[in-house]
């Protein structure tokens, strides 16, 4: 059964800079694809990032594109976002997904899901 736990939430003022982790459990995650979304409140929970598990390949939202970087350490297990020059607008649940296969935007392509980590960028 595959575990994912994030960690690395926090306050931030703007412009500041955090480093979101995922720990990967629970199988071998080769082919794989990892993404971290986020939520709002009273929003949906949209994408964020993802990357294929060897790293070869990644995507950005629009939004976090040149200011967010995700990364993977296999031998670790981890999946990691690097979040630099953050804004209030970043404020949010972050959560790491894991799928079998290639990495999609939509949420319902993700049947492996964290519990959330919060993250607040004051003005």
């Known amino acids: 059964q595959v575990q994912l736990v994030e960690s690395g939430g926090g306050l931030v003022q703007a412009g500041g800079s955090l480093r979101l982790s995922c720990a990967a459990s629970g199988r071998t995650f080769t082919n794989y694809a990892m993404a971290w979304f986020r939520q709002a409140p009273g929003k949906e929970r949209e994408f964020v990032s993802g990357?294929?598990?060897?790293?070869?390949?990644?995507y950005y939202a629009d939004s976090v594109n040149g200011r967010f970087t995700i990364s993977t350490d296999n031998a670790k297990n981890m999946v990691y976002l690097q979040m630099n020059s953050l804004k209030p607008e970043d404020t949010a649940v972050y959560y790491c997904?894991?799928?079998?296969?290639?990495?999609?935007?939509?949420?319902?392509?993700?049947?492996?899901w964290g519990q959330g980590t919060q993250v607040t960028v004051s003005s």
């Open positions: 997904a894991a799928r079998s296969g290639s990495i999609y935007y939509s949420r319902g392509k993700y049947d492996n």
């Open positions: 990357i294929s598990w060897s790293g070869s390949t990644t």
